[in-house]
């Protein structure tokens, strides 16, 4: 079981590629689907391949394309994806974050591995081991396959529901083109997979076996889907009602339903009573570190699945300012928007009277450097006494990291014209950072890029438990006429984690409106590059608002006018500074109507003409 965990591991690291054969596992000295499943090593082998399947979601793409930062590497493909999305020139032929072949790709793959894996031969001598595993494969099986389902519903909303690896002849097509299942169907086949995987699987997968499907991700994917069911797009929007199948089949439920809420919390509540999830906890004296750390180790207190990562010093690298002492890419600028999203640490939004935010004015105090508290100075009132959160999450002017190595705070104002001298290239260079803020979460104290010492040891969460706790909450929410105890429980538990205040604490906060603001902006910080935004603002129907407009960064290209009034050399650090903390268009965004759901393939809709389109497209 080594070899095969082993195995697991190693496919689990290999980028996953499309390819014109269904199972791309097999070795070159095998040629058939039968001589995978002849043979119990190669067909661990297959299951690896699913595994691999697992959403990737640490990527830039999902962040980008919504408000919580900006891709200035322009002349870079991901960057150029992104913008598609930012500028609303997405298409039917053109969605780079639509997978739909290569999603029914992988249900193929698990519908074969599902029909076949009971007959697989096991050798006389392995009889009694593999009378455990094999349930336990089929399972892991099933669930990946909901999975993959769920990836598409996210998307797509209702999308046909294939669960036999039937073939394709291509003189016989009508038998293989089959029509959209409507979205109810889609979750309640979801949410039974989910049950059904979750009967057979073990609480725990220790050692080893560690990053293998758990009956707790099996039971967070149902809570996710249910929360998604239950969300605003989904439950009772009147913009798909003429969403039909050509047989007049319905295929979104345009009835409001407020029992899904009620589903979606007993759902997320099945997950938080299985007992055996905590959240990470253990620097309490130092909310940023308890925070922080989580996201540069291999935790598994809280993630109850985790998409294993081999070492790697990669989003270092592109996340670390760009200056010599870090010698980052700087590749994402968090936007004004998500900053301004993060409360002072008394509770408050940073718009409410009383939470004594300010702008004006700097202030000097300590800061958490990664490994240490270090000494700062001239940091704006913006940064003053926020949410630790921030500061685990995001650099800004005269931050500090690693500062006895680094030797000097970040620097993201306007001196010396770039060319290396600040942190983030005030020129229109690609690949560098020149709007004001970096990316920090997910960073490695233990990694000195100027050094070349040490690196980064992190997985990524699909599922942790956080998560849950904030869907419970937000469903509960929902389901009731204003928030009860249970709703303020569970936020509360997140929060303290960091050491922010108990809700409510606002007039507000005591109304289903109020606490719906609270609890999608506690999402939007604790989830925050986590690729949650970017879906949750669809389902909440937001994201017209939101991802519409200017996407805001600081002033760190300055014109020279600015420059030539502020009286001071035109190069240096203060008239840099000087101009700096206004804020500035990066980008004028678009989101439509049409944008909440993609479009299905106008090439699948070629080859099946039983596929009806999305709204608006």
């Not at 249900?107 to 595993?133: G, H, K, T």
């Not at 439920?253 to 919390?265: C, G, I, L, Q």
């Not at 200017?550 to 290209?557: K, T, V």
């Not at 106008?602 to 608006?616: A, H, R, S």
Request: aromatic share 12%.
């Amino acid at each position: 079981m080594k070899n095969i965990c082993k195995l697991l591991l190693a496919v689990l690291l290999i980028s996953s590629t499309s390819c014109k054969k269904y199972l791309d596992v097999v070795p070159a000295e095998y040629s058939s689907e039968n001589d995978v499943y002849n043979n119990i090593n190669l067909t661990e082998q297959a299951l690896a391949r699913l595994y691999n399947a697992l959403p990737d979601e640490m990527q830039a793409y999902f962040t980008a394309a919504t408000d919580e930062t900006y891709h200035h590497w322009f002349d870079n493909g991901e960057a150029v994806n992104a913008y598609k999305y930012n500028l609303g020139s997405w298409s039917t032929n053109d969605n780079p974050l639509g997978n739909w072949s290569g999603k029914y790709q992988d249900i193929r793959r698990a519908n074969i591995f599902i029909e076949r894996i009971d007959n697989v031969p096991i050798p006389l001598d392995r009889e009694s081991y593999y009378a455990i595993w094999k349930p336990r494969y089929k399972a892991e099986a099933r669930f990946l396959r909901a999975q993959f389902y769920f990836e598409l519903f996210k998307r797509y909303g209702a999308v046909p529901l294939l669960t036999s690896a039937k073939d394709v002849d291509p003189d016989n097509l009508e038998d293989t083109q089959v029509a959209r299942n409507s979205v109810d169907e889609v979750v309640n086949f979801i949410t039974s997979e989910c049950d059904a995987a979750a009967d057979v699987l073990p609480l725990t997968q220790d050692g080893p076996q560690t990053g293998r499907i758990t009956k707790g991700a099996a039971l967070a994917l149902k809570a996710r889907t249910l929360l998604y069911a239950a969300s605003p797009l989904f439950n009772g929007n009147p913009l798909y009602s003429g969403i039909k199948n050509k047989d007049g089949k319905a295929l979104f439920n345009t009835s409001y339903d407020k029992e899904k809420w009620k589903r979606a919390a007993d759902a997320a509540k099945e997950v938080i009573d299985l007992g055996i999830y905590s959240l990470y906890n253990p620097f309490p004296d130092n909310p940023v570190q308890n925070y922080a750390a989580q996201f540069y180790t291999r935790d598994y207190t809280e993630t109850i699945l985790p998409r294993i990562m081999g070492n790697s010093t990669d989003i270092d690298g592109n996340y670390l300012p760009n200056g010599s002492p870090f010698k980052g890419n700087g590749k994402l600028t968090p936007l004004q928007q998500l900053v301004n999203a993060y409360e002072m640490k008394n509770g408050y939004p940073i718009d409410v009277q009383g939470s004594g935010y300010r702008t004006d004015g700097f202030w000097s105090g300590e800061l958490w450097d990664g490994l240490k508290f270090q000494n700062v100075s001239n940091i704006s009132n913006m940064y003053k006494d926020r949410d630790p959160r921030f500061y685990a999450s995001i650099f800004f002017q005269y931050d500090v990291w690693r500062f006895d190595a680094t030797k000097r705070p970040v620097r993201l104002a306007w001196f010396g014209a770039g060319n290396g001298v600040t942190d983030g290239w005030a020129t229109g260079k690609p690949g560098t950072n020149p709007w004001g803020y970096n990316v920090r979460k997910f960073l490695s104290p233990s990694y000195d890029r100027n050094a070349g010492s040490g690196t980064g040891t992190r997985n990524f969460p699909i599922f942790r438990l956080a998560e849950i706790y904030l869907n419970y909450a937000e469903a509960m929410n929902e389901y009731q006429d204003a928030p009860n105890q249970a709703v303020y429980q569970y936020l509360n538990m997140v929060r303290g984690r960091v050491s922010m205040p108990a809700l409510p604490i606002l007039p507000d906060d005591n109304t289903k409106e109020g606490m719906r603001k609270r609890i999608q902006n506690e999402r939007r910080v604790e989830l925050a590059f986590e690729s949650h935004r970017f879906w949750d603002v669809r389902r909440w129907l937001i994201a017209k608002t939101v991802d519409s407009g200017p996407a805001l960064g600081l002033n760190a290209r300055p014109s020279a006018a600015e420059l030539q009034a502020t009286g001071l050399n035109e190069s240096s650090e203060e008239a840099g500074v000087a101009v700096f903390y206004k804020t500035v268009t990066l980008q004028n965004r678009i989101f439509t109507d049409k944008h909440y759901l993609m479009p299905i393939p106008q090439t699948e809709i070629d080859k099946d003409p039983n596929l009806v389109q999305n709204y608006g497209w």
